[in-house]
């Protein structure tokens, strides 16, 4: 008995000191994801222009991609309370549970203030129906050089921003939202 007891003494004092796994170990990262959901933000103004958005249904995650005509230096993309609409100030209602607010340095008109990027709709401009991240982008607008893109998101979850560059001079942000934690 008094081994019985000397062990679980000492299997007790190495789980306290985190010497030991416990049974239920913690499961791995969703497809071995280890982003967060904290803002990503480039410095930096561009003479780039918004040519398009378009997304991708991915196994783990959805993809956002941001098409520029040029190089792209500067972006912010961020969880926030609402979107608003550059300019105006207007709240962009959109679907889902959290708002994603991307904010690219590049217009979406040219210098002579004709439209590069003009959906159809600017509150769904781009079909996001069956994605299991996304529920709704948005182009909430293009303002004084910078065009502000809403993403309704089923949920806050993890995020990633990264640049491509080309083909030729142009580049892409690309933003992945993953399906879960």
């Known amino acids: 008995m008094k081994r019985v007891l000397s062990v679980l003494a000492s299997l007790v004092l ?8 416990p049974l239920a170990a913690e499961a791995a990262p969703y497809c071995g994801i280890a982003w967060g959901s904290l803002p990503a933000s480039r410095a930096g103004t561009s003479s780039a222009h918004l040519d398009d ?24 993309v961020a969880y926030v309370n609402a979107v608003h609409r550059p300019g105006s100030g207007s709240t962009v209602h959109l679907a889902g549970s959290a ?13 002579s203030g004709r439209p590069t990027y003009d959906p159809a709709s600017a509150n769904t401009a781009v079909d996001v129906d069956g994605y299991r991240t996304f529920e709704q982008v948005a182009l909430a607008g293009s303002f004084e050089g910078s065009t502000t893109i809403g993403m ?23 933003v992945d939202v993953a399906h879960r934690w």
């Not at 190495?14 to 796994?21: A, E, I």
């Not at 958005?53 to 500067?74: A, E, K, M, N, P």
């Not at 708002?99 to 210098?111: K, S």
């Not at 309704?152 to 921003?161: I, K, Q």
């Open 14 to 21: 190495f789980v306290g000191l985190g010497l030991t796994t």
């Open 53 to 76: 958005l378009r997304t991708g249904r991915h196994d783990c995650y959805d993809r956002l991609v941001i098409d520029l005509d040029h190089s792209v230096t500067g972006y912010s």
């Open 99 to 111: 708002d994603l607010e991307i904010v690219v340095n590049a217009p979406a008109y040219d210098n």
């Open 152 to 174: 309704g998101v089923r949920a806050r979850l993890p995020m990633r921003t990264f640049v491509l560059d080309g083909p030729g001079n142009h580049s892409r942000i690309v």
